[in-house]
């Protein structure tokens, strides 16, 4: 019989993590996919780096929105040298990694585009199942309800 963890306190929020470089239409549609498809806004965060010269992108940060279903949207946008381009993308990828607050965190390009509705939560659940199938001890929590 497996033993159920219940008062573990897990920290549910998932940072994205987006570099980009002169792409602004590309970067919006991947930011409006994730705010679309995500079950739980306030559980994730999307951190943005792009170069202290990409004026293009700076300029058309107005068209992401500030609000999702009347909750604030929980974006971090960060400017910086410019790299040495795809050869120093390690180095954009760590600074955001340096800068999230997620228990888990992932690198999504900026012409991605999130298609799955309520990956948050599947990724949550999809967790806890590997969690409970790695240690064989179950682990469960109210705060994925």
């Given at each position: 019989?497996?033993?159920?963890?219940?008062?573990?306190?897990?920290?549910?929020?998932?940072?994205?993590?987006?570099?980009?470089?002169n792409?602004?239409?590309?970067?919006?549609r991947?930011?409006?996919?994730?705010?679309?498809?995500?079950?739980?806004?306030?559980?994730?965060?999307?951190?943005?780096?792009?170069?202290?010269?990409?004026?293009n992108?700076?300029?058309?940060?107005?068209?992401?929105p500030?609000?999702?279903?009347?909750?604030?949207?929980?974006?971090?946008?960060?400017?910086?040298?410019?790299?040495g381009?795809?050869?120093?993308?390690?180095?954009?990828?760590?600074?955001?990694?340096?800068?999230?607050?997620?228990?888990?965190?992932?690198?999504?390009?900026?012409?991605?585009i999130?298609?799955?509705?309520?990956w948050?939560?599947?990724?949550?659940?999809?967790?806890?199942?590997?969690?409970?199938?790695?240690?064989?001890?179950?682990?469960?929590?109210?705060?994925?309800?």
């Amino acid at each position: 019989m497996k033993k159920y963890i219940t008062n573990i306190k897990y920290n549910k929020i998932v940072s994205i993590c987006i570099p980009s470089r002169n792409r602004p239409e590309q970067l919006v549609r991947c930011i409006n996919s994730i705010i679309d498809t995500v079950d739980n806004i306030e559980d994730i965060e999307i951190l943005i780096r792009f170069d202290n010269d990409d004026y293009n992108t700076w300029s058309k940060m107005d068209m992401i929105p500030d609000m999702h279903n009347g909750k604030h949207l929980p974006l971090k946008i960060t400017k910086g040298p410019r790299f040495g381009g795809y050869v120093d993308l390690w180095k954009l990828d760590n600074h955001l990694y340096s800068e999230s607050r997620g228990e888990f965190q992932f690198h999504l390009n900026d012409d991605a585009i999130m298609t799955t509705k309520g990956w948050d939560t599947k990724l949550a659940q999809n967790t806890m199942e590997k969690v409970n199938a790695m240690s064989g001890v179950g682990v469960s929590s109210a705060d994925f309800e």
